[in-house]
């Protein structure tokens, strides 16, 4: 028997029903949810921050972030150093984000596409590998950046 692909997945309240949804709906795949657990109004960037925390220090291969457009969780989590975070509003975004970009999370936006749209795109996600070559020359490039984060 194969193991379960174990993924780390975080909302704001915004996302909260696409999570669920995404969660219940991919049986074969074992989440880690960090919440949050209810539309009850919070900030993206508690979420954003405490899932790629988590990444650096529990390994997970891939992060999923889910707010209202998905941008306020993007700019969160791309503060932190190797992390890449891609927004995707659709399957061609999605496999371009792993191919191109090696992408370890992908973020969705609940308020511009549909559950299943964003059940495709993390499929895809999963199912697609880095293609290296000039491609990791450009991701080195990402280092030259002083981040001077804590
Ligand atoms: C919450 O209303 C909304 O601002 C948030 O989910 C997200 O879209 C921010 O970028």
Do not use: W
């Not at 049986?27 to 900030?43: K, M, N």
């Not at 921050?49 to 941008?71: A, D, H, M, P």
């Not at 973020?107 to 299943?116: E, Q």
């Amino acid at each position: 028997m194969s193991e379960k692909k174990k993924i780390i997945i975080g909302s704001d309240h915004a996302g909260f029903e696409m999570k669920n949804s995404i969660i219940s709906n991919l049986s074969d795949i074992e989440f880690d949810d960090i919440g949050t657990d209810s539309d009850e109004s919070v900030d993206y960037p508690d979420y954003a921050n405490e899932l790629v925390k988590r990444i650096q220090s529990n390994s997970y291969s891939f992060g999923i972030l889910i707010c209202g457009t998905g941008i306020g969780m993007s700019m969160s989590a791309n503060r932190t150093k190797d992390i890449r975070a891609a927004l995707c509003l659709n399957t061609k975004m999605a496999e371009l984000a792993r191919q191109h970009n090696d992408a370890n999370i992908l973020v969705l936006g609940s308020r511009l596409i549909s559950v299943s749209e964003a059940i495709k795109c993390l499929l895809v996600f999963l199912n697609t590998k880095f293609e290296g070559g000039r491609h990791q020359g450009r991701l080195n490039k990402f280092n030259n950046v002083d981040y001077n984060i804590t």
